[in-house]
């Protein structure tokens, strides 16, 4: 708008937003609607902070289904005090709908994956042996093992490009 301008009596001349708490809203796909509830908890990234994890709550599930995009909105409120995030931003993460109890998981450094293939470094006695794995769901830096490890191994998370099954190796800090 300009000085001296006339507006008409519907036209937006601010927007008013409240930062803390933020209020993160996303389409989530119509597959998932039996499981998203209110309460549960959610976990982001944005781009401008890629290693920050920011946390909050759905408050909010609608109760609609877009039909042109098969989604149903969910809101979350997000604590914001330290005001980083801006509105508007846009966010990628989850929302944590159930837990799993007793689940093997690896980091992200010692999964090696070749033509499709998942394999690990299990240490032994100073030796490596290069094992299959069947990976499951990833979570930040962790991958869920569904078959492949008892879950008590000892494994390789560094120069795996340099492995190979009967190398022997030391351990730091074992």
Do not use: C
């Not at 982001?44 to 290693?51: A, L």
């Not at 033509?115 to 990833?138: C, E, F, M, N, P």
Request: no cysteine; charged share 25%; aromatic share 6%.
């Amino acid at each position: 708008m300009q000085v001296g301008e006339y507006i008409s009596e519907r036209a937006y001349v601010a927007t008013i937003v409240q930062i803390n708490p933020l209020k993160l809203r996303t389409g989530v796909q119509e597959r998932f609607a039996g499981v998203v509830q209110g309460g549960q908890s959610v976990e982001f990234r944005v781009e401008s902070f890629p290693d920050a994890i920011f946390k909050g709550k759905v408050a909010f599930v609608s109760p609609a289904l877009d039909q042109t995009m098969r989604t149903f909105t969910v809101e979350a409120l997000v604590d914001n005090g330290d005001r980083r995030l801006k509105p508007g931003f846009f966010a990628k993460g989850s929302i944590m709908t159930k837990v799993d109890e007793g689940v093997t998981a690896v980091p992200d450094a010692a999964v090696s994956t070749l033509a499709g293939v998942s394999s690990v470094y299990v240490i032994k006695d100073g030796k490596v042996t290069q094992t299959q794995i069947t990976l499951g769901v990833r979570q930040g830096d962790l991958w869920e093992v569904v078959d492949g490890l008892k879950g008590d191994e000892t494994l390789a998370t560094s120069r795996l490009n340099e492995l190979a099954t009967g190398s022997r190796v030391t351990t730091d800090g074992a």
